[in-house]
């Protein structure tokens, strides 16, 4: 009789590795998007983070110095996805060397993405865009010619 434990340790590491090849493409989708403009683009390019916790305020201040290098804040800001797509895509960004991100400014660019993805952006759902797939991605490209 086969064990049933080994049945759902299977499909929990299946479904694990599942979710992170998507965070690797979700993140690999950053990497392609920096040259067109992306709806969460527009919206606000600054939030009030006076109610958040010290440490979290003092994330927001690195997130602001690093992350309009290669796009809008305005795109971190808006867009919304859970915290470990968040730990990949900021993972991506830490790599390319024109970014110039240390791995301790990856960790505070992370920790307040993640918990402003918790504190703001899941209650507040208005304005905000979930990560945009490869053929939504090709049809904002083609609408401007790039």
Same mark, same amino acid.
Not at 64 to 85: I, K, W
Not at 90 to 118: C, H, N
């Given at each position: ?6 049945? !759902? ?11 992170? #090849?998507?965070?690797? +493409? ?9 040259? #067109?403009? %992306? ?11 006076? &109610?958040? @916790? ?7 201040? *690195? ?11 305005? !795109?971190?800001?808006?867009? &919304?996805?859970?915290?470990?797509? +968040?730990?990949?895509? #900021?993972?991506?960004?830490?790599? !390319? @060397? /024109? *970014?110039?991100?240390?791995? /301790? =400014?990856?960790?505070? #660019?992370? =920790?307040?993405?993640?918990?402003? =993805?918790?504190? !703001?952006? &899941? ?10 797939? /490869?053929? /939504? %991605? =090709?049809? %904002? ?6």
């Amino acid at each position: 009789m086969k064990n049933p434990m080994n049945k !759902r340790a299977a499909l929990a590491g299946f479904c694990a590795g599942a979710m992170m #090849i998507f965070a690797v +493409w979700v993140a690999g989708q950053a990497l392609k998007t920096s040259e #067109i403009v %992306l709806p969460q683009d527009k919206g606000p390019d600054k939030i009030n983070v006076s &109610s958040y @916790p010290a440490n979290i305020q003092a994330d927001y201040k *690195v997130f602001t110095e690093h992350c309009g290098t290669c796009h809008t804040l305005a !795109r971190g800001l808006n867009t &919304s996805m859970p915290a470990v797509y +968040w730990a990949n895509y #900021i993972g991506r960004m830490a790599q !390319r @060397p /024109e *970014v110039g991100i240390t791995p /301790e =400014q990856a960790d505070q #660019i992370y =920790q307040f993405l993640a918990y402003d =993805q918790l504190a !703001r952006k &899941s209650k507040y759902t208005h304005g905000l865009y979930p990560a945009h797939t /490869e053929d /939504e %991605l =090709q049809k %904002l490209k083609q609408q401007q010619g790039k």
